[in-house]
């Protein structure tokens, strides 16, 4: 068959059908039409069944529903191994959050281990060097990274066992992170200065502007605390320490998101993280903070709207983040749930344990000091010994997303993971209620489900690291080399030496078509396997009846051409190949290569804004030298194109962020893979060369 008959559930969004595989989450956006083809696929091996069977619908539209339901069956399998892997039984916690002092100088509202200054109960230098042992010794021989977090109360308040923690880990350091959250308002220049020189990861606690952040975040007496933590932060930026923020998203910054994000950026704020009230500790007395469902999705729905529009409006370092925008950006996308939050069961007891200040193991910080999550003692025997077949361990292992029932049934539960542990304890809620957490997922997956249908670059202006995924590149000539041509025979070896598969693009460059004797031939192999091509060109037969359609049928990406010829004219060909489509059920996206020049910038505008671009065509920028003048020209162009309404067709090419002026930067969301890479091959090359970046006319 040419698919799998995955059970896939059929549900109506917006004018479309979502069809998603529940248990993993895996989904893909069809027209509502496309049903009936994916089960025709489902029924058949021969593609060219289905063509004939669906004359309303072009090969190449066919193809594309396939390459779709195909990658969707991959993310089905890749999560279904990922799944197994965070099941496994064998697992071992490797994030340590450890308490280091009961103690805290503040006294705020909703402190969820009721901390404050009365409590001077301090862990003891021997316990928390076998904490460090410990977790070394329970994952000596894997390659997990160990997490050991200073936490509190206040951590500083016991910054002479930190200092000592440190440098007694210091020769484990490729194993093993250090990490903090602190509140800020101890830090001075001797703190800052280690955490530089000591490298560890910095969690500063501050709610929003000082208005919301004095409200809950305050000293015993009442007193705010907003002025001490931004000292604190100044400090850490003069030793250029880097850091993120945790917010505890509550009734007053929920209802003034605008105001809060404000302040981070204006402050160069950037990595965030909005954790909603829970109701435990000092928490469960404060339901004035609570915050329902409703309330967290519109407070996101902003913090959404404003990060898409700073990042693409900010170079890459003023980017801003947010964690569980970001976290679930990753499981929507990508079907990646890293997170152990996300994970299905959580990471309660399995890769996570809160660890407080007499030694006493808990399955998870959030249960620190609660009885019923007592897991063991540092004092009565290893850990790993303690925790492996605790009762403890085996009911959050349980606590399954298919098992669970308020999850079982819900469409959802692949991409949100389930109901994180103690946010149902505390909650004080039945199996299958819902508690706000899981109204707020039910609104924000179809939400950005939605974004990410409508802007395709909506994942990686949320998370700049899913941009990371690179595309291999592929160039290779079909031109005679010292009379030798390219045959299918010879390409198919090259196909399968250098590894070239539907993950790889394919650009094929030829002079002259009639160069290539097997040309057709060579276009139905990249047909079968599925590989995307497009052709590089000047050859006006590409803009034939026959070639077209020849092209057609091998189900081609686009066309390229270079802008100009020789006299500086608009190339004939671009205006020949738009005729040669018109009418024609399938439009072939044309690639339209311009360096630019600023001799000729009001002719290029001109003729650029003359051409009847379709909506699938593209316009390739790159630029001609370095020169200060051509810049200007570069960027004055690319704000007439905008004004023109032709920005949409612009991709940049071998152009670097520091070169745009600002209001350009959006440009940057449709740059050409330059940085990706590329292996270009050719008669007089078959062990193929690798190239630094693509050429500069490759997209």
């Known amino acids: 068959m040419l698919l799998n008959q995955v059970k896939r559930e059929w549900i109506p969004f917006e004018n479309r059908l979502l069809a998603i595989h529940i248990p993993t989450g895996a989904w893909v956006l069809l027209d509502k039409s496309y049903k009936d083809v994916v089960e025709e696929m489902e029924k058949t091996s021969d593609i060219e069944k289905v063509i004939n069977k669906f004359p309303n619908l072009t090969p190449s539209e066919i193809l594309d529903i396939l390459k779709a339901l195909q990658e969707n069956e991959f993310r ?8 197994h892997r965070d099941r496994d039984p064998n697992t071992l916690p490797a994030l340590a959050v450890v308490k280091l002092t009961e103690q805290c100088n503040l006294n705020c509202s909703y402190c969820y281990i009721d901390a404050e200054s009365k409590k001077t109960c301090k862990i003891s230098e021997k316990i928390a060097l076998q904490i460090a042992d410990e977790y070394l010794e329970m994952h000596r021989n894997d390659e997990q990274m160990i997490n050991y977090v200073f936490h509190g109360g206040e951590p500083l308040l016991n910054f002479d066992l930190m200092k000592k ?16 959250q602190t509140n800020g308002t101890l830090i001075n220049d001797e703190i800052a200065d280690f955490f530089k020189k000591y490298d560890v990861k910095v969690g500063i606690s501050i709610d929003g502007p000082q208005f919301i952040q004095d409200a809950s975040r305050h000293y015993l007496g009442g007193k705010g605390s907003f002025e001490q933590v931004m000292r604190g932060i100044s400090i850490l930026r003069k030793y250029d320490v880097r850091f993120g923020t945790i917010s505890v998203l509550n009734g007053l910054n929920a209802k003034h998101m605008n105001e809060s994000l404000d302040f981070f950026i204006e402050n160069k704020i950037y990595s965030l993280s909005f954790s909603p009230i829970q109701k435990n500790g000092r928490g469960k007395d404060e339901s004035n903070y609570y915050v329902d469902g409703d309330e967290i999705f519109e407070a996101y729905k902003i913090l959404f709207e404003r990060i898409v529009a700073h990042n693409k409006s900010h170079t890459r370092n003023e980017w801003i983040s947010e964690r569980v925008l970001s976290n679930f950006v990753k499981s929507i996308y990508l079907n990646q749930k890293k997170f152990m939050c996300m994970n299905s069961p959580c990471g309660a007891a399995r890769k996570i344990l809160g660890i407080d200040v007499r030694g006493n193991l ?21 850990i790993k010994d303690q ?14 997303v298919e098992k669970l029932k308020r999850c079982k049934d819900c469409t959802w539960q692949g991409l949100c993971g389930g109901l994180c542990y103690s946010e149902e304890y505390y909650s004080g809620i039945k199996e299958e209620d819902e508690t706000e957490v899981c109204s707020f997922n039910k609104k924000i997956i179809p939400f950005l489900i939605k974004k990410i249908a409508e802007d395709p670059s909506i994942p990686y202006v949320i998370d700049p690291e899913i941009e990371e995924k690179k595309i291999r590149n592929i160039f290779i000539s079909l031109e005679p080399y010292n009379n030798d041509v390219m045959d299918v025979e010879l390409l198919g070896a090259l196909l399968n030496t250098h590894n070239i598969n539907d ?21 139905e192999l990249l047909k079968e396997r599925y590989i995307t091509y497009d052709i590089i060109t000047n050859d006006e037969t590409i803009a034939s009846n026959d070639i077209y359609n020849l092209l057609v049928k091998s189900n081609i990406q686009a066309v390229q051409v270079d802008y100009t010829i020789s006299d500086g004219n608009i190339n004939p060909l671009i205006q020949k190949f738009m005729e040669c489509r018109k009418g024609k059920e399938c439009q072939i996206p044309l690639y339209i290569s311009l360096v630019h020049s600023s001799d000729s910038l009001e002719k290029t505008l001109s003729d650029l804004e003359s051409l009847e671009l379709g909506e699938k065509d593209v316009i390739i920028l790159s630029n001609s030298n370095d020169t200060e003048k051509d810049i200007e020209t570069l960027n004055i162009l690319l704000i007439t194109l905008n004004e023109k309404g032709l920005s949409k067709h612009v991709k940049l090419s071998s152009i670097g962020e520091d070169k745009l002026w600002k209001k350009n930067l959006i440009f940057l969301l449709n740059k050409t893979g330059d940085d990706t890479s590329c292996l270009q091959i050719g008669l007089d090359c078959l062990a193929g060369k690798t190239l630094e970046q693509a050429p500069p006319n490759i997209i």
Request: proline letters at 2%; charged letters at 30%.
């Open 387 to 400: 925790i492996f077949n605790s009762p403890i361990r085996k009911k959050a292992e349980s606590r399954c």
């Open 503 to 523: 993950a790889c693009v394919l650009h094929i460059g030829i002079d002259k078509i009639n160069h290539c004797a097997e040309f057709s031939k060579i276009l």
């Open 76 to 83: 089905i399998q890749e999560t279904i191994n990922d799944v």
């Open 165 to 180: 923690v440190a440098e007694y880990v210091k020769p484990y350091r490729d194993k093993l992170d250090l990490a903090i």
């Open 362 to 382: 808990y399955a998870c910080d959030n249960f620190t000091g609660d009885k019923d999550f007592l897991m063991g003692s540092l004092y009565k025997g290893h």
